[in-house]
């Protein structure tokens, strides 16, 4: 590697090491205990973002489900948080690896689709798992296998070392740092290679030997896991789930904020994440309508379609390297 | 040695191979013929892309038809495409990798084996050199450099020399010529260019309309009346 990629590659990764460095120890102690909510909240969306733009940025393909699988993930950490006395790590791992398996059988019928049709297979599945959350409700403690009862008796628990709001919310980021690096170690790896192969050209792929269908349903199920992960976050920050906050519409709106943000770059998820919940929560505060932030979204979403495929992350990249580049 | 046993294929009333029989033995073999004579074809059914009507193909008593197309490669067999296919966003040394990740037998030195290909092919100063600033060759090459990486058994090239200048040209025969020495690897080269095909092949195929019309020392298939006369046409007397 020559000397000028390498200096880029280490300023990149102590921009990145900074920013989440800000985020920890800077954000919680600023802010006031809404905002660290709705930061907590965005947070964790914003992991399960990043495994909308795995999929779109490596294999070219649409998924629709993401937030449907969020709540899946949710749905099993307050199911185990109610039924095992286990650490919260330990549930929040078996949940997303079972949400992680639950994408993969999804992607299943999916794998000989692309494009429109992939996009709309995966919104059917977030469309049955909005009928199947609002049949069954989430666990509140209650009795039987679904766990449901009119009033909680029960509690959701929080990890040892970060039982209050501000604790939660470094613990979360601390999570999501660690899922975006497990994603990023499959971009630099084995697998980051076999996808860039397979979304230049399937047969090529496999005239390398590259088992496509293999990979293919090895990106959705860590784009799963991520969602699994996020969903388990989102229970502890709750602490209680509606059934309600997870339409087949949210699924629709994260893609298109994470098209936004910009994928293929931890920033863009970062800014999916930032637009999806904390614009609208900007908006209530200053007593404008929230659901302004739509009209503002699909302003946003035609601007990155027509000019900045990249997104938000692909054009500060490139501004901060015309600096850069002015600065020599 | 590649065994073609009454290999045909049809798409619908397009009989694209017509019961092709012929074994293959020299280190590498061309395979000519005019536009639409079903030499890509033949590629695609032994790389796996193709399914044939009927025939099978035999490799040191492998079937190779029995064989998923990325298991062919596994097994060693590696092609190339017409249109070049590198990934643009993995470097140099990435898009090679893909094949050491696959195909590359247990034991194997990957790294020793990348820098040996990466000189082979002239590519050993743009390992990190990212797919989409290469040009038209240096892309041929790192496919081809892909192709050879991980010791194949068999490679299929399917016209390398397109689009190439003939300086460029030059490199590609050298490159071609060695596989053999260097990899101990089978060719099987496509191409339109007589030239390469003539420096660097030692027997030819001709196909034409889906059969094979001649099959031998080069020089002497392309003596062949029958040959010339599949390029040129026939002369019609009035």
Redesign the interface.
């Known amino acids: 590697m020559d000397v000028i990629s390498h200096f880029r590659q280490e300023s990149r990764t102590y921009a990145a090491l900074g920013f989440v460095a800000i985020c920890v120890i800077v954000l919680p102690v600023v802010i006031d205990s809404i905002w660290v909510k709705v930061l907590t909240s965005a947070v964790i969306f914003t992991l399960a973002a990043y495994g909308i733009s795995l999929l779109y940025s490596q294999l070219g393909l649409v998924n629709l489900s993401q937030v449907a699988l969020i709540g899946v993930g949710g749905w099993i950490m307050l199911r185990l948080n109610y039924a095992v006395q286990l650490p919260f790590e330990l549930n929040l791992l078996v949940s997303a690896v079972i949400t992680a398996f639950i994408g993969m059988i999804l992607a299943l019928p999916a794998m000989r689709m692309k494009g429109l049709y992939l996009a709309l297979i995966t919104l059917m599945v977030a469309g049955g798992f909005q009928i199947i959350f609002s049949a069954i409700q989430f666990p509140n403690g209650g009795a039987g296998f679904l766990g449901v009862a009119l009033q909680s008796p029960g509690e959701m628990r929080r990890p040892l070392i970060a039982e209050s709001d501000t604790a939660y919310l470094r613990y979360s980021i601390i999570v999501v740092v660690l899922g975006v690096m497990l994603a990023a170690a499959h971009n630099r790896g084995r697998p980051g290679r076999a996808w860039a192969m397979i979304r230049k050209s399937e047969a090529n792929a496999m005239a390398a030997g590259v088992n496509v269908t293999l990979y293919k349903l090895w990106c959705f199920t860590l784009s799963g896991f991520l969602a699994g992960v996020s969903g388990g976050l989102l229970a502890g920050a709750l602490k209680i789930l509606d059934a309600k906050s997870f339409p087949a519409g949210e699924s629709i709106l994260l893609f298109a904020l994470s098209i936004v943000g910009g994928v293929g770059h931890w920033m863009g998820a970062v800014i999916a994440g930032f637009l999806y919940r904390v614009v609208p929560a900007i908006f209530n505060n200053i007593g404008i309508d929230a659901d302004l932030s739509l009209v503002i979204f699909g302003a946003a979403l035609l601007h990155a379609i027509m000019t900045a495929p990249n997104g938000i992350a692909g054009q500060l990249s490139s501004l901060f390297q015309s600096l850069g580049r002015q600065n020599k | 040695m590649i065994r073609i046993s009454d290999l045909s294929v049809h798409f619908g009333g397009v009989v694209a191979l017509d019961n092709i029989t012929v074994d293959i033995k020299d280190d590498i073999v061309g395979v000519i013929g005019p536009n639409g004579a079903g030499k890509t074809t033949l590629v695609n059914v032994l790389?796996?892309?193709v399914l044939p009507d009927s025939g099978t193909v035999d490799v040191e008593g492998v079937d190779l038809l029995s064989l998923?197309?990325?298991k062919r490669?596994?097994w060693g067999l590696?092609?190339s495409?017409q249109k070049v296919?590198?990934?643009?966003?993995?470097t140099v040394a990435?898009?090679i990798?893909?094949?050491l990740?696959?195909?590359a037998s247990p034991g194997m030195k990957k790294h020793a084996a990348l820098n040996r290909v990466l000189d082979y092919v002239g590519l050993a100063d743009m390992a990190?050199v990212p797919a989409h600033k290469l040009n038209p060759c240096q892309r041929r090459m790192t496919e081809l450099a892909?192709c050879l990486v991980?010791s194949p058994r068999i490679v299929l090239l399917d016209e390398p020399g397109g689009g190439l200048s003939e300086m460029e040209v030059d490199k590609l025969r050298q490159v071609i010529g060695n596989i053999k020495t260097i990899f101990g690897a089978q060719v099987l080269l496509i191409d339109h260019d007589v030239e390469l095909i003539k420096s660097v092949c030692s027997k030819t195929m001709v196909l034409d309309f889906g059969e094979l019309i001649a099959f031998g020392p080069t020089e002497t298939v392309l003596q062949d009346e029958n040959v010339k006369a599949a390029y040129l046409g026939t002369e019609i007397k009035v």
Not at chain 2, 85 to 90: F, G, R, V
């Open positions: 790389s796996g892309f998923a197309p990325h490669a596994r590696a092609r495409f296919q590198t990934a643009d966003n993995l990435d898009n990798w893909v094949s990740d696959t195909s990190d892909r991980a």
